[in-house]
């Protein structure tokens, strides 16, 4: 979906025409300039006000912006974008993509997850990809040259530990920790652990059964909590933390054209 805004002109220090990336997830917003191909700045909040959006952006000369979101998009990003920025495009399942999208029900697929597979479509062009993606929910993609092939979708770090607490009637809210012990010698070590250590087991179990069907397959892990267990991680990876927002960037010069 794109909105053009014409009759609006916009003047400022800036020559390089640049490209605004909005990347609205669950739990925070991320946005990004590029200059072309190239992140200029990024900035991320869990809930930015119009005013600090207007600060943020006054510097850049931003002629296209992107929005990606897998949540209702707030008003205020639409109005202050719509006024600003002369061509915007919403990212939806009806959008031009780069590449094929294999999933039965495209309508239901993450904007973020199809953004990654552009992304790694466009370093990665001929190569089989697992993309992990530790976020709220982690997410597990498969992409084969120019083709989504799908995926699966897992509880995230935070909310393995919520879970543990509310449905249950003893067991307290852990917050996640880099010091883990085997075995627990106490009910907060146990659930640490156990967290922490389990999705480093899924996680490298997914890379093993991957790579055994594609040996040459590249293994991106990107998402909030990626830094957090890309050292834990046994097998070879590829860590990238902006591939979302490359994708997106990639996606909206693709359907500017």
Do not use: W
């Not at 510097?59 to 912006?65: G, L």
């Not at 209702?72 to 109005?79: N, T």
């Not at 094929?100 to 790694?120: C, K, Q």
């Not at 370093?123 to 709220?136: F, H």
């Amino acid at each position: 979906m794109i909105f053009a805004v014409t009759g609006f002109s916009l003047t400022l220090p800036f020559k390089s025409i640049m490209n605004l990336i909005f990347d609205i997830g669950n739990s925070s917003t991320k946005l990004a300039v590029f200059d072309e191909e190239n992140i200029v700045s990024v900035f991320r909040s869990k809930k930015f006000t119009g005013e600090q959006l207007g600060k943020k952006l006054s510097a850049f000369n931003i002629t296209k912006a992107i929005i990606s979101s897998v949540k209702e998009i707030p008003e205020i990003i639409i109005e202050l974008l719509g006024v600003n920025i002369p061509l915007i495009h919403i990212l939806t399942p009806q959008s031009r993509l780069p590449i094929n999208n294999g999933y039965e029900t495209p309508e239901t697929l993450g904007t973020d997850r199809i953004a990654a597979a552009a992304g790694a479509y466009k370093i990665y062009p001929d190569s089989e990809v697992l993309i992990i993606d530790a976020g709220t929910a982690i997410t597990y993609d498969f992409l084969s040259g120019n083709n989504y092939k799908g995926g699966n979708i897992s509880p995230g770090l935070n909310m393995r530990f919520r879970a543990l607490n509310k449905f249950t009637s003893k067991l307290p809210l852990i917050k996640p920790d880099s010091e883990v012990s085997f075995p627990g010698r106490n009910t907060a070590d146990a659930i640490r652990t156990g967290v922490i250590t389990g999705m480093v087991y899924e996680i490298n179990e997914y890379i093993r059964t991957f790579e055994k069907i594609h040996p040459d397959a590249k293994v991106i892990l990107t998402g909030g909590d990626g830094l957090f267990f890309k050292d834990k991680i046994g097998k070879q990876i590829i860590y990238m933390p902006d591939i979302v927002m490359d994708g997106l960037n990639f996606i909206l010069e693709y359907n500017a054209k």
